[in-house]
């Protein structure tokens, strides 16, 4: 009972930051699609940090 609401938050937390991932990459996507290469880049980037962060944010919580 105790680690129900701990373990709602971090869920909530993953799901936060797999949506930001996402919405980094349609950006990046759309950035390609007009001509703006350096600024799909750095999207790009953002988007797949925010992917590892939620990859190792589940993790962790699996190892506890």
């Not at 909530?12 to 930051?17: G, K, M, P, R």
């Not at 990459?25 to 939620?54: E, H, P, Q, R, W």
Request: hydrophobic fraction near 40%.
């Amino acid at each position: 009972m105790k680690n129900e609401p701990k373990d709602n938050k971090e869920k909530i937390n993953f799901i936060c930051f797999l949506v930001a991932s996402i919405s980094f990459y349609i950006v990046s996507i759309m950035n390609f699609i007009d001509k703006n290469a350096s600024t799909a880049v750095v999207f790009l980037c953002l988007g797949s940090s925010f992917l590892c962060l939620s990859s190792t944010h589940r993790n962790k919580n699996k190892k506890q």
